[in-house]
C-alpha cells in the first residue's frame, strides 16, 4: 500500500548556549551541545560510543581490541572504572597490570579514539554490590546519598582516579570527551550534584559531564547532559514473564526516549517525578546504553540475535538519537577477586546470580575477543554515520499519521523520516525477535517536503520482506551529482583518483533502483540494467548488486561520480581504512584492522584460503584488487573429549532475592556434574578457542583447582580463549538442570537443559595477516 509524510518546515535554529558544558581553551576542535544534537569544531557531530571494560580483558590485548572497535566504527571508547576492581582491599589502590586504567585511555588516544569514564561511584555493570568494595558496604553509612561517611570514601576515590587521568582531559590533548557520574539513580539529583562537584575538585575535567537517564530519573536541573539507553532482551525479569513490554518497545518508531524497564528490578518501575522526556527540549537525544548484547543471569538466559541488535540501532537513529552508544560493544571476563568472587550474585543481596567469570554479553565482540555477526551489521551503520551522520543528526525524527496502534500491532508498516526542509533519510524496521513481522507487499512511500516538493519511490510499489530493516537516502548530494531517491541504502564514499564514489548496499528481496535528479546529470554508464528518463528523472533500474555494480556518472558540472551498489552478503564484509596510502574500502569475511600504516586481516574460522579485496585498486587493473594471503600452514590439531565421570541427580532449585531461582552452590559441581577431560594438542596456535558444543545447567571449566571459564547454558556454543589457559587439558563440569525449576531458557535451545553432556569440541583458530 502507499505511505505518505510530511516534512514540517524547519523549526528554527536549536537552543545554543543554554547549558554550562565548555570544552577547554583553545582547542581546535570544540565540543558544544544544542538542544537538539551535538557540534565538535563548528560541526554537528554524530558520536558512536561502545563499552568496554579494560578491568575484564588482558591488558596485552588491549590495543588489538581497540582497534577492532575502531574499525567497527567506533569513534568512542566508554568504560565503567570498577572501585571494587581496583581497592578490594582498603587502603590497597591498584592501577597495574589489567587495571591500568592510564595506560587504556593513552592507547584511546595513540589510535584517535575519545574516552569516556564512567566513574560511579556505583556502577552496576553486573558486579558484586554494584562495584562498591565490600569494606565500603561495611561501614556505618547509606551509600548512595550525602552521607558524611559515604562521601570521604568518595573523595579518596575520586581522587585516585583523577591521579591517574592527570593530562589526559582535551586542555592537554587528551582524549576524554565526557565523565559519567554514578549510574542509574533516579531519584538523588541532589546526590548526583555533589559528586559531580567531588570529581571536579579533585582534578577531572570533559567538556561534557553525563548521567543515566532511564526510569524517570530526576537530574539537576542543567548540570548532567541525560543519556538514555534501550535493550533487546532483559536478565534482569522474571523467568515467566516473557518478552517484556519495555523491550518489544524499541522496535517502533517512537519519539518516547525513556525506558523504564532498565534496571527495574533495583527500583520502582512507575516513579513520581518530571517526565524525562521534558528535558527533550533543552537537550538532545543521545544514548550510551543500546543494547550490543545481553547478559545471562541464572533464572533468566535471553538469546539475542545479529538482526535484533542491527534493527536496535537503526531504529534509534530513525527515532532521533544523535549518539549511538553500546552497552556492551567488547564482552570480558571478571578479574578473580582477592577476597570473594566479584560477579552480582544473591549473596550480596542483588535480585540476580551472574556466573562468576563469563560476562560475554554476547556482545559484537565477545569475551575472548570474537567476531560475532552483530559486529558486521553495526559495522555498516557506522560507517554510514561516519559520513552523513553530520547531515542526519540536525535532521528531526517526523513519523507518519499512520503508524501503529499500539504494541502489538505487527501488521502497520513501521517507519520514520529524519529530514530538514528539502531532503532526509528514511527509515523502516520490518524486524522483531521472538514474534516475526509480515511481509508488505505493494509498498511504496511519498515524503512531502516544504522545498522542492515530494519525493516518491519506487518507481513501482515492492514487497518490504519481513526481517527487512533499512535506510533510503532522500535528495542527497555526492560529489555534484543529486541522488533523489535510491531503494538501497547508503554505507560509506571512497576517492577514486577524484572521483567520488557512493557505496551503497541493497535491500535482500528489494531490487535496487536509483534515481538522480536529470538535472546534476550530464551522461551515465551502468553494467546491468537500464537507464530511463521519467519526470526530470534518472532512473537506473535492473542493477544486478555486487563488486561489478559501478554506475559510472558524468555530472552536469563535468565532474565524475561512482555510485557502487554492493549485494547484502558482500556489504557485511565492507570496512574503510587506510591502505597503500589512501583511504579505500576492504572486503574481507574475517576482521580488519587499520593500524596507522599497517593493515591486519583476521582471518575467519574455515575461510579457506584467506583473501581481502580493497577499492580502489592500488595498480589500477580492474575495480578490487584481489589479495590472496600466503604464509606457512598452521596445523591446529584436534581436541579430545573423555567422560570421566556421568552426572548425577541434578540438585534441587533453591531461590533466592525476588523468590528468583538461585545458581547451584559450588558443592554440586564436586559431588554430582558430569565431568570431562578435555585434553589439547601440542603447540596449540595463539589466537585459539577450544569451542565447546554441550547441553546442560551451568558449566565450569578448571586448570588444577582453578576456576578459569563459566557458562550458563542457553543453546549457545561455549568458547575459552586458549591464549588465557596455557596448558595441555582442561576438567569441564556440567551439572544438569532441574526439570520445572523456575528458569528461562530459550525455546532455541532445544530443550537439552536438562541433560549434563558435552557432545563434542573442537578448535578454532584466527590467524593473523600483516598488510604492508
Given at each position: 500500500m502507499p505511505h505518505r509524510l510530511s516534512v514540517p518546515a524547519p523549526s528554527g535554529p536549536p537552543l545554543t548556549g543554554h547549558l554550562p558544558f565548555a570544552d577547554a581553551p583553545g582547542v581546535p576542535d570544540p565540543i558544544e551541545v544544542t538542544s537538539r544534537y551535538l557540534t565538535r569544531g563548528g560541526r554537528p557531530w554524530f558520536p558512536v560510543s561502545g563499552e568496554f571494560h579494560y578491568s575484564r580483558y588482558p591488558a596485552g590485548e588491549w590495543e588489538e581490541e581497540l582497534l577492532k572497535m575502531k574499525a567497527g566504527g567506533i569513534t568512542v571508547v566508554a568504560s565503567y572504572v570498577i572501585w571494587i576492581h581496583h581497592e578490594e582491599i582498603e587502603g590497597r589502590v591498584r592501577f597495574d597490570g589489567d587495571r591500568d586504567l592510564r595506560r587504556f585511555v593513552e592507547l584511546c588516544a595513540r589510535h584517535g579514539l575519545d574516552f569516556i569514564p564512567r566513574i560511579g561511584p556505583w556502577v552496576h555493570a553486573e558486579v558484586r554490590n554494584g562495584g562498591l568494595p565490600d569494606w565500603l558496604s561495611a561501614r556505618d553509612c547509606v551509600p548512595r546519598t550525602d552521607d558524611p561517611v559515604y562521601l570521604e570514601a568518595v573523595g579518596a576515590w575520586f581522587a585516585a582516579i583523577a591521579g591517574e587521568l592527570r593530562g589526559l582531559d582535551r586542555a592537554h590533548g587528551g582524549p576524554i570527551v565526557a565523565v559519567q557520574i554514578e549510574n542509574e539513580l533516579y531519584d538523588q539529583p541532589g546526590h548526583l550534584l555533589t559528586l559531580k562537584r567531588m570529581a571536579q575538585e579533585a582534578g577531572l575535567s570533559a567538556p561534557l559531564w553525563t548521567s543515566t537517564a532511564w526510569g524517570g530519573v530526576r537530574l539537576p536541573p542543567d548540570e548532567l547532559l541525560p543519556l538514555y539507553g534501550g535493550y533487546t532482551e532483559t536478565f534482569w525479569t522474571e523467568a515467566d514473564g516473557g518478552w517484556p513490554d519495555t523491550c518489544r518497545k524499541h522496535f517502533f518508531f517512537t519519539h518516547q526516549r525513556d525506558d523504564e524497564g532498565i534496571g527495574s528490578d533495583l527500583r520502582p518501575v512507575h516513579v513520581?517525578?518530571?517526565?524525562?522526556?521534558?528535558?527533550?527540549?533543552?537537550?538532545?537525544w543521545a544514548t550510551c546504553e543500546l543494547g550490543g548484547g545481553m547478559a545471562v543471569s541464572y533464572h533468566r538466559r535471553p538469546r539475542v540475535d545479529a538482526a535484533d541488535i542491527?534493527?536496535?540501532?537503526?531504529?534509534?537513529?530513525?527515532?532521533?538519537?544523535?549518539?549511538?552508544?553500546?552497552?556492551?560493544?567488547?564482552?570480558?571476563?571478571?578479574?578473580?577477586?582477592?577476597?570473594?568472587?566479584?560477579?552480582?550474585?544473591?549473596?550480596?543481596?542483588?535480585?540476580?546470580?551472574?556466573?562468576?567469570?563469563t560476562y560475554d554479553f554476547q556482545a559484537p565482540l565477545g569475551e575472548y575477543g570474537q567476531y560475532r555477526a552483530t559486529y558486521d551489521e553495526l559495522r555498516l551503520q557506522h560507517l554510514l554515520l561516519a559520513d552523513f551522520g553530520h547531515l542526519i543528526a540536525p535532521m528531526e525524527s517526523v513519523l507518519p499519521e499512520e503508524r501503529p496502534r499500539g504494541q502489538d500491532d505487527r501488521d502497520t508498516?513501521?517507519?520514520?523520516?529524519?529530514?530538514?526542509?528539502?531532503?532526509?533519510?528514511?527509515?523502516?524496521?520490518?524486524?522483531?525477535?521472538?514474534?516475526?513481522?509480515?511481509?508488505?507487499?505493494?509498498?511504496?512511500?511519498?515524503?512531502?517536503?516544504?522545498?522542492?516538493?515530494?519525493?516518491?519511490?519506487?518507481?513501482?510499489?515492492?514487497?518490504?520482506?519481513?526481517?527487512?530493516?533499512?535506510?533510503?537516502?532522500?535528495?542527497?548530494?555526492?560529489?555534484?551529482?543529486?541522488?533523489?531517491?535510491?531503494?538501497a541504502q547508503p554505507v560509506c564514499t571512497v576517492d577514486d583518483s577524484g572521483r567520488t564514489v557512493l557505496v551503497l548496499v541493497a535491500v535482500e528481496g528489494i531490487a535496487p533502483e536509483l534515481a538522480l535528479d536529470a538535472s546534476t546529470v550530464g551522461s551515465v554508464r551502468t553494467p546491468s540494467g537500464k537507464v530511463t528518463y521519467p519526470d526530470g528523472r534518472v532512473l537506473v533500474s535492473g542493477l544486478r548488486p555486487g563488486t561489478d555494480a559501478l554506475v559510472e556518472v558524468e555530472t552536469s558540472g563535468g565532474d565524475r561520480v561512482g555510485l557502487l551498489v554492493l549485494d547484502a552478503v558482500t556489504a557485511r564484509t565492507a570496512y574503510r581504512g587506510v591502505v597503500w596510502g589512501a583511504e579505500r574500502l576492504v572486503l574481507a569475511e574475517g576482521g580488519v584492522v587499520f593500524d596507522q600504516g599497517e593493515v591486519r586481516v583476521h582471518s575467519a574460522p574455515s575461510a579457506g584460503q584467506p583473501s581481502f579485496a580493497v577499492f580502489p585498486s592500488p595498480d589500477e587493473q580492474g575495480m578490487f584488487k584481489?589479495?590472496?594471503?600466503?604464509?606457512?600452514?598452521?596445523?591446529?590439531?584436534e581436541a579430545s573429549v573423555t567422560l570421566v565421570r556421568a552426572a548425577g541427580a541434578a540438585p534441587e532449585p533453591v531461590t533466592g532475592v525476588l523468590g528468583r531461582a538461585s545458581a547451584p552452590a559450588d558443592k554440586y559441581f564436586d559431588a554430582v556434574a558430569a565431568e570431562y577431560l578435555v585434553e589439547l594438542p601440542d603447540g596449540v596456535p595463539p589466537g585459539t578457542l577450544l569451542r565447546i558444543h554441550w547441553t546442560g545447567d551451568v558449566g565450569r571449566a578448571y586448570v588444577g583447582d582453578a576456576l578459569v571459564a563459566d557458562q550458563f547454558f542457553s543453546g549457545r556454543v561455549w568458547d575459552i580463549g586458549l591464549d588465557r589457559v596455557p596448558v595441555g587439558s582442561l576438567r569441564v563440569r556440567v551439572l544438569p538442570g532441574f526439570e520445572g525449576a523456575d528458569v528461562y531458557v530459550p525455546p532455541e535451545a532445544g530443550g537439552g537443559w536438562g541433560r549434563a553432556c558435552i557432545e563434542r569440541v573442537e578448535l578454532v583458530t584466527v590467524r593473523r595477516w600483516a598488510v604492508g
Open positions: 513520581r517525578g518530571s517526565a524525562p522526556d521534558a528535558l527533550a527540549d533543552r537537550f538532545p542491527a534493527a536496535l540501532g537503526l531504529t534509534k537513529i530513525g527515532c532521533g538519537s544523535v549518539w549511538q552508544g553500546y552497552y556492551m560493544f567488547h564482552g570480558g571476563t571478571n578479574p578473580p577477586g582477592e577476597l570473594t568472587s566479584l560477579q552480582e550474585s544473591h549473596a550480596t543481596g542483588y535480585p540476580n546470580d551472574l556466573p562468576v567469570l508498516l513501521r517507519w520514520a523520516v529524519r529530514g530538514d526542509g528539502g531532503s532526509g533519510f528514511l527509515f523502516v524496521n520490518n524486524h522483531q525477535p521472538h514474534e516475526p513481522l509480515p511481509d508488505h507487499p505493494g509498498t511504496s512511500f511519498t515524503v512531502e517536503f516544504p522545498e522542492g516538493g515530494p519525493v516518491t519511490l519506487p518507481s513501482t510499489p515492492v514487497t518490504v520482506p519481513s526481517g527487512a530493516t533499512f535506510c533510503w537516502p532522500l535528495r542527497l548530494d555526492v560529489g555534484g551529482v543529486r541522488v533523489e531517491w535510491a531503494t584481489q589479495c590472496v594471503l600466503s604464509g606457512d600452514d598452521v596445523s591446529v590439531g
